[in-house]
């Protein structure tokens, strides 16, 4: 299996500052990685696949990048919506595996 | 717009077999992959594996010895059976549509939570 080494697992920021969660791949995996949020009594959304391309619906705060073995997620200008749990996914080969997540809450 | 929706048994008895059924409705089944995933409460999310109702299934080696997918194109769902079902097991089960291969998970059911117990 591929392995997403997700960092940090916990992060506590405030309204309106920028954040950047980090994901390893274990081996190369081109640009198939996806980013999902997650909140508490709801479905995972999707937020960016393929590394930088952004779901339809997301606001324009969210942005990834990367290619290879390391991929971001960034957050510019945090809003109160945004506090949650995100994890990053690899679909290059099935596993399609999941980061071990990063929770984000309000400082 | 496709909606899909999770339905089974919320309480599982230790050894059994736990049996989920996912019913989509807006898309046909046939032309994209079916995803099944899982959430421990505390913990993270787990793939246990996709259909593609053309013929092919995906398993994660950590359920394949247990674990079976199927479609009914008929009544357009997507089922999962895992026997032998332990606590562990007990977790929210999602499953969700993949556009295509190398895909993310665009569309998801809002899961169902299933307990393990005697």
């Known amino acids: 299996d591929i392995q997403m080494t997700q960092s940090p697992s916990s992060l506590s920021a405030s309204v309106g500052d920028r954040v950047t969660i980090t994901c390893r791949a274990s081996q190369t995996i081109s640009t198939y990685v996806n980013w999902y949020q997650v909140k508490p009594g709801r479905a995972p959304q999707v937020l960016i696949y393929g590394a930088s391309e952004m779901q339809s619906g997301v606001p324009s705060r969210f942005s990834g990048s990367g290619s290879g073995t390391d991929f971001t997620l960034s957050i510019t200008s945090l809003q109160p919506e945004d506090f949650a749990t995100y994890y990053c996914q690899q679909s290059f080969d099935t596993p399609h595996t999941f980061g071990q997540g990063t929770k984000l809450d309000i400082k | 717009q496709v909606h899909l929706q999770e339905s089974g048994p919320s309480l599982v008895k230790p050894s059994e077999t736990l049996s989920l059924t996912c019913t989509v409705s807006g898309r046909s089944i046939r032309t994209y992959y079916w995803t099944w995933i899982r959430q421990p409460a505390g913990k993270g999310l787990e793939w246990i594996g996709r259909i593609y109702p053309g013929g092919t299934t995906n398993y994660s080696p950590s359920f394949r010895s247990r674990v079976t997918m199927s479609a009914d194109t008929s009544n357009n769902q997507i089922s999962l059976l895992m026997t032998s079902v332990t606590a562990a097991d007990t977790a929210i089960y999602y499953c969700?549509?993949?556009?295509?291969?190398?895909?993310?998970?665009?569309?998801w059911g809002p899961g169902i939570l299933v307990t393990v117990s005697s």
């Open positions: 969700a549509r993949d556009p295509s291969d190398y895909s993310h998970s665009a569309s």
